[in-house]
């Protein structure tokens, strides 16, 4: 793999190993796919992020937009009720919370003024959830049964290392058994954070250097899928670190933000990919559409219940 005039050289001596990939479907040119969802009959939800959609897409690639909100979206899970919670900004750049019922009706949430940029969101325990914040180096506690916001953990190793650098530090959020792991893209770490009694977070210890993760999503044996974001690929991290590129330019995920894996009885050994095109650091081509890729990993997916 090469990687792009003035990245750092990464991923130059990672194996490859690449997936069976198919394009499901693709969205314009400078559209920001940021992050996904799927239910349990493989219906996909993806934020678009810059205009603020969510769109559901069906496992043949049928776009429909299931629901807008005033603002942008980031963060996507799957309430108990089959609902999604969202995180984002609303019209006038506050971040929110937001709930999207089954029908697509939009409900703000909570406000978080004291929020910066809410990011990846992810089940912690019944109705409460994790959210990264992104720029003040944070994560959030959010119930959504209860609604409150409070911070759960704020570290230096969250943080950006530049608060003039754009890059997002904490990104992508996941919980496996009893340990979080979160992506810092400004510092290229992948961190894992011990959960104690009743899910207290204990200190954050760096789980892997040099690598440049966007969201991600766990197979059942406890390896990671990460989306490689300005790297164009997608890698997979096993439990010992050691890291293998699974997708690349070539199968379509220019721009790589976030991976999930398919619920669907019947395949849940895929993961879906959603990208950017490239609208961070174009390709020597300029930026290509956005796109929705299906990667055959042949492994069962982690779902924490």
Do not use: C
Request: glycine share 8%; hydrophobic share 40%; net charge negative.
């Amino acid at each position: 793999m090469t990687d792009s005039p003035g990245l750092p050289p990464i991923y130059v001596q990672t194996p490859i190993n690449l997936a069976p990939a198919k394009v499901i479907t693709s969205f314009p040119v400078y559209t920001f796919l940021e992050n996904l969802a799927i239910a349990a009959d493989g219906t996909i939800f993806v934020t678009n992020h810059e205009i603020g959609q969510i769109v559901r897409i069906t496992p043949d690639g049928n776009q429909q937009i299931h629901a807008s909100v005033p603002g942008k979206v980031s963060g996507i899970a799957f309430t108990n009720n089959s609902g999604l919670v969202v995180t984002g900004w609303n019209a006038d750049s506050v971040p929110v919370v937001s709930l999207v019922d089954q029908n697509g009706t939009v409900e703000t949430l909570l406000t978080l003024p004291d929020a910066i940029f809410l990011n990846g969101i992810t089940p912690l325990s019944h109705n409460r959830y994790l959210a990264a914040d992104s720029y003040r180096g944070a994560i959030w506690l959010i119930d959504i049964a209860q609604p409150s916001a409070s911070i759960w953990l704020e570290h230096s190793l969250l943080a950006r290392s530049n608060a003039d650098n754009p890059i997002p530090a904490a990104n992508g959020i996941k919980r496996f058994g009893n340990t979080l792991y979160v992506s810092n893209t400004e510092k290229m770490l992948l961190l894992r954070i011990p959960l104690g009694i009743a899910d207290v977070p204990g200190e954050p210890e760096i789980f892997v250097k040099q690598t440049n993760i966007d969201d991600f999503a766990f197979d059942v044996e406890g390896n990671l899928y990460g989306a490689t974001h300005i790297y164009n690929s997608v890698v997979r991290i096993g439990t010992d670190g050691s890291t293998t590129i699974i997708a690349q330019a070539e199968q379509g995920v220019i721009g790589s933000t976030s991976v999930a894996f398919d619920q669907s009885p019947d395949n849940r050994t895929a993961i879906y990919v959603v990208t950017n095109g490239g609208m961070f650091l174009p390709p020597p081509t300029g930026v290509v559409p956005a796109n929705v890729v299906r990667l055959e990993v042949n492994k069962t997916g982690y779902i924490f219940v």
